[in-house]
């Protein structure tokens, strides 16, 4: 499975850990930055990760800012892009069941480490059921 990740400044933190523990587990990555902690825009971050899932060059991707809030929203202007903020494995978990996300974004001011760990393994492990689900997402255009 080929992973996107990226991040601004806040998010940085917690992209490099992620990224280097999602290798380990087996996973490719491809980083779009941020490169450091020097000051950038959420924006450019999250439009570069949903580009790539948009166009199936990844199969999922993974954005990190201080809430989540901010780089989500981002992420979702691009068509095809069903980007959630989650700070708990359930929802995490819930959100590509029933919503079939396929960008997950978290907040380094709002979790750490080993609480993301949880939450993105929920949430690559679960499969969307489709069904009455499928019917909901269509209504989304």
Not at 87 to 97: F, G, M, R, V, W
Request: aromatic share 8%; glycine share 10%; net charge neutral.
């Amino acid at each position: 499975m080929k992973i996107a990740i990226g991040s601004d400044h806040v998010g940085f933190i917690l992209k490099e850990p992620i990224k280097k523990w999602l290798i380990e587990l087996g996973y490719q990555v491809v980083d779009l930055g941020a490169d450091s902690e020097e000051r950038t825009d959420y924006p450019i971050y999250g439009k570069k990760v949903a580009d790539v899932v948009a166009k199936n060059e990844v199969n999922l991707g993974i954005i990190f800012c201080g809430t989540g809030v901010g780089i989500s929203l981002a992420a979702n202007k691009v068509d095809g892009i069903r980007a959630v903020v989650c700070s708990e494995p359930y929802s995490a978990k819930l959100s590509k069941e029933h919503n079939n996300t396929n960008i997950l974004s978290m907040g380094s001011r709002v979790i750490g480490l080993e609480l993301a760990k949880m939450i993105i393994k929920e949430w690559i492990d679960a499969e969307f059921e489709g069904g009455r689900h499928q019917k909901r997402i269509e209504m989304y255009k």
